[in-house]
């Protein structure tokens, strides 16, 4: 399984983005746009992708977060 951050990359690269906050939203607060989506992940190097289901942040400062971005995705 991969770990939070770069420092967390699992042996295939993989890695959970921390998530930003978007300020401009509602000042004064942390806003977080989230959704449940599908993507594929390969779970071992001797394994195909597996179909999973996970949350990712969608209006992040910065790129995309969470499961199913890989590694090399904008940070």
Not at 30 to 39: G, H, Q, R, S
Not at 67 to 73: D, K, T, V, Y
Request: aromatic share 10%; proline share 15%.
């Amino acid at each position: 399984m991969p770990g939070l951050g770069p420092t967390g990359a699992n042996a295939l690269g993989q890695y959970i983005r921390w998530p930003r906050p978007t300020k401009a939203a509602y000042a004064g607060s942390d806003y977080y746009e989230i959704a449940l989506v599908e993507f594929q992940e390969q779970m071992h190097r001797d394994l195909p992708p597996t179909l999973l289901r996970g949350y990712v942040q969608l209006a992040r400062p910065g790129g995309p977060c969470g499961l199913g971005i890989p590694s090399s995705a904008p940070p």
